[in-house]
């Protein structure tokens, strides 16, 4: 059942993003162009469908919120171009693909990310369906997220913490903004669109927390045992730069525990609460088993 709904969500999304950017000057085509081809690369779209399973799970159309998924597509499409860049993880593979940097230059490829960054916050308020409050209060929680409290803190701090080894704190403090922000934010997003009430939205964001953890723990397993056929990147990159992984910290095997445990978490807080979250846990699961 969850095959069948990442595929189809993932279509829905994908025929939403393919709708949206057109560069309304032929002279600014070239950046359009390398703006478009990160974002319809492929990927899991998993953070616009949590929304997205959010929304259903509340009983609320996600479609009607279609700008604010494709924002939230835009803001990861721009952290992983700028992560790819040289000065940051120096890759040149991106699902399968050449990285934007090595098909359009730094330069460009620096634009076409600061380009989708802010245009995520342009789609949100072109939105007519979520209330102003609404969607202020989604504007400030996608800022926050992709923001110096989030996600540009977080890859900061890992930057920062190459060529040493951190204690697991650190760690997860790192995670929490580079990984876990954007993760608790697709979570968030639909509990302020279908305004949840705040029992319910402490239930949600507890499993946000966990699931956002669970990916950067499977990432840093796949990491390691993956292949460049299955991640469609080179695996070892950590390696490669000296980072602190939860492998490195935990050993392999150490890893594979924390990530069953942080999934357990997660079910526990999506059993507390009396709404449809079966999809929701089905992702659990299948983060723990994915292979890519």
């Known amino acids: 059942m969850l095959q069948a709904y990442l595929i189809n ?6 025929q939403w993003l393919g709708n949206m950017l057109q560069s309304p000057i032929v002279e600014f085509e070239p950046l359009y162009e390398s703006m478009n081809y990160s974002l319809l690369l492929g990927g899991k779209r998993i953070r616009p469908i949590l929304t997205k399973a959010v929304l259903e799970s509340l009983s609320i159309d996600a479609e009607q919120y279609k700008e604010f998924l494709c924002a939230m597509e835009c803001i990861h499409t721009y952290s992983l171009i700028h992560d790819d860049l040289p000065a940051m993880d120096n890759d040149d593979y991106r699902r399968g693909k050449l990285t934007n940097h090595k098909v359009y230059g730094e330069g460009l490829a620096i634009l076409a990310g600061d380009g989708l960054l802010t245009y995520a916050f342009q789609l949100c308020s072109q939105n007519t369906t979520a209330t102003p409050e609404q969607q202020i209060k989604a504007i400030h929680c996608l800022a926050r997220a992709a923001g110096p409290e989030g996600m540009v803190g977080g890859q ?14 650190e760690l997860k403090v790192l995670h929490s903004g580079k990984t876990g922000a954007l993760f608790n934010a697709s979570v968030e997003l639909g509990l302020i669109l279908g305004k949840a009430d705040s029992q319910t939205y402490t239930h949600y964001m507890t499993y946000a927390n966990r699931l956002g953890l669970l990916f950067q723990i499977t990432d840093d397993i796949l990491d390691v045992i993956g292949t460049i056929e299955e991640l469609g990147k080179t695996p070892g990159s950590d390696i490669r730069q000296h980072k602190s992984t939860y492998v490195s910290l935990l050993g392999l095997e150490g890893a594979r525990a924390e990530a069953k445990k942080t999934a357990d978490e997660a079910h526990q807080a999506l059993s507390q609460l009396n709404r449809n979250t ?11 088993e994915r292979t890519n």
């Open 9 to 14: 969500s993932k279509h829905s999304i994908e």
């Open 156 to 169: 900061a701090f890992d930057m920062l913490s190459e060529d040493k080894q951190i204690p697991l704190e």
């Open 278 to 288: 079966e999809i929701l846990g089905a992702i659990i699961d299948y983060l723990m």
